[in-house]
């Protein structure tokens, strides 16, 4: 979903409905569109509860961030986000119908202190032309695998593949059947999750998409596990006034969501929620504990983006990225914590 607020530090804020599109299921063209090399300065966070040094919330550890500008009006909208190389390069997709790619720079203490290689590239139909319409472009969820990405879109709601190319990416090449009845689906509270399953686990590697805020009669979230020996729809439990923005599987088989909220009266927040991996079951309803929440005493913006990563020590790693919405009353964040398993 895009909405946009004030300041940092102001506490109003308005919601914008923009949208995204219909596709086919036809295979791809080899159309596709050039390919932007983008300056992106990063300023390093140390601070994630601002002016306060503590590192440790609840199970999740601190390690460090950046805010991201680019002199480029292309830049920003970051959506979705997933490690091609853990802790290092990455794709991901804007909601403006963007593919981009880049690296975190990191220091000696494995902290993250910039951005480089950064690249963005229009997407494209399956005729190979550029999706210029934002009804038709509105990526928010993201998986890749053996080189393939899966997107979920929203609006005119779809789940398309692409053969990943960081160089040139093409049109898609297949549509997924994404099990939840369409009519089921709200406009602009579509996909924003698409995530792979535990190889080992009861859905095999599989991919699982979970809507924002799509509810059944019961005020649940609806979502489905649309590949694997399970397929079937399900809903995950509406917890507060929170809706899912994205979500990643821990290596145990539970399901990592990213929640946002945005009230007149509470501003801002954002959550982390573990849902246990065995509630993941056709016709089942998904729930699981919080395990952080922020509100705008924190370094947050719209979260969109989530990913989960083992770093080279072993370390559990969850990265977090945010949509700016090209406003110029909201920030590119990016965010990374060690979640502790204890």
């Known amino acids: 979903m895009t909405f946009s607020r004030g300041g940092f530090r102001q506490t109003l804020f308005a919601a914008i409905t923009l949208l995204a599109g219909t596709a086919s299921a036809s295979a791809g063209s080899i159309g596709s569109a050039p390919v932007e090399s983008l300056e992106v300065s990063a300023r390093p966070i140390s601070e994630f509860h601002i002016g306060r040094t503590d590192r440790q919330f609840g199970p999740l550890e601190f390690v460090g961030g950046l805010e991201m500008t680019s002199p480029s009006r292309d830049f920003g909208a970051l959506s979705a986000f997933r490690f091609l190389k853990a802790g290092s390069d990455f794709i991901g997709v804007a909601d403006t119908g963007y593919w981009f790619f880049g690296s975190v ?20 139909d399956q005729k190979g032309q550029p999706s210029d319409e934002k009804w038709e472009a509105d990526a928010e969820g ?61 859905h095999r590697g599989g991919l699982v998409v979970v809507s924002e805020r799509s509810l059944d009669k019961a005020g649940n979230i609806y979502a489905a596990i649309i590949e694997g020996p399970r ?38 927040r954002m959550r982390l929620r573990r849902i246990h991996g065995e509630s993941v ?62």
């Open 231 to 268: 397929k079937g729809v399900f809903t995950v439990k509406r917890n507060g006034d929170f809706d899912i923005s994205d979500g990643a599987f821990l290596p145990d088989g539970d399901l990592l969501l990213l929640e946002r909220s945005f009230t007149m009266a509470g501003g801002l």
């Open 142 to 202: 993201l998986a890749v695998k053996d080189g393939i990405a899966t997107v979920g879109f929203e609006r005119n709601h779809r789940v398309a593949q692409f053969r990943i190319d960081p160089a040139d990416m093409k049109a898609p090449f297949r549509q997924l059947d994404f099990l939840v009845p369409a009519r089921e689906l709200r406009q602009n509270r579509g996909f924003e999750t698409v995530a792979r399953s535990n190889v080992n686990g009861q």
């Open 105 to 124: 720079a990191r220091d000696a203490d494995r902290r993250p202190i910039g951005i480089q290689n950064f690249r963005m590239q229009q997407m494209v």
């Open 281 to 342: 079951e056709k016709g089942a309803v998904a729930d699981g504990p919080v395990l952080l929440e922020a509100d705008m005493g924190y370094q947050i913006d719209n979260m969109e983006g989530l990913d989960i990563w083992t770093r080279e020590d072993g370390a559990l790693m969850v990265s977090l990225i945010s949509d700016d919405n090209h406003s110029i009353l909201q920030r590119n964040l990016y965010l990374e914590f060690i979640l502790h398993q204890d």
